[in-house]
């Protein structure tokens, strides 16, 4: 069995829009979290805090900052180190690499806690990704 998440400190869930996520890219302090430069990153509609990964995913030299405060679904599919500023609907993806995705999130979810969902500006409805159960 996998060990459980890092303990970090217990949020409720929000929805963040991409302008919003990008806030979270490791530079920044949150006030929620006394401070810290959390680093955030989404990954098929589901908001990740993978600051417990900070070495890999955070400023100033991890492998994988370019998705630090963005939408990492393609990048990680397709193993491209870009991502947009705007919104990405990734549905042109093959069947191969949306099962790319849903491998990385599933890891995630193992892995980093939920912090909330990822929606398009002006849509503050449920997200079509809800968290799994027993998510933080």
Known sequence: PLPPPPRRKILPQRTFTLKELSYFNGNNPVDEMDGEKCVYLALNGTVFDVTAGRAFYGPPHGPYQCFAGHDATRGLATMEFLTKEEWDDTSDLTPQLKQVALEWEEKFRMKYIVRGALVR????????????????
């Not at 500006?121 to 933080?136: I, L, V």
């Open 121 to 136: 500006d002006g849509d503050r409805q449920e997200a079509a990704h809800p968290p799994a159960a027993g998510d933080r």
